[in-house]
């Protein structure tokens, strides 16, 4: 599937939140990058969080902050595994890179699923961040 991704508009936060509702998710539409994408009419059908001003935490980080902190990627149930996940990850990252930062990190939910979304992160290119402290891996990508 074709998607465009682009900034959240306003007014789009009702319709995000919906995706979240059927995604089966708890996040919100929040954060100080709200990315979304949209159908060849303009409906949103996904939507990826976070923020370019984060540092992160724990051990493993490449270069010193700021870091990217992607928070969260939600697609709409009826349009996953079409590349529309990939698509959001790798705007975020290229939107992380316009605005001079080396290195975005995400922290899958642990809850049931973590392998898939382990495995969603890898295949957008972020490898795990040595951390003793985390069950499952933080996941990260320096931007080039």
């Known amino acids: 599937m074709r998607v465009e991704v ?20 708890a996040y919100a539409p929040d954060g100080d990058v709200l990315l979304v994408a949209v ?18 935490p724990g051990p493993g980080a490449p270069i010193p902050a700021p870091h990217g902190y ?11 595994r079409n590349g529309v996940g990939r698509e959001l990850v790798s705007a975020f990252v290229a939107a992380a890179a316009r605005a001079g930062v080396g290195w975005v990190f995400a922290v899958p939910d642990e809850d049931q699923g973590v392998q898939d979304r382990v495995r969603f992160f890898a295949a957008c290119g972020l490898v795990p961040v040595p951390d003793p402290d985390e069950e499952w891996p933080v996941m990260g990508i320096l931007i080039t």
């Open 70 to 80: 992607l928070q969260a990627v939600v697609v709409d149930p009826a349009h996953q």
């Open 6 to 25: 682009r900034s959240s508009r306003s007014g789009e936060r009702h319709a995000l939140a919906v995706i979240a509702s059927r995604a089966g998710v």
């Open 39 to 56: 159908d060849r009419s303009d409906r949103p059908v996904g939507w990826a969080s976070g923020t370019f001003g984060a540092r992160y």
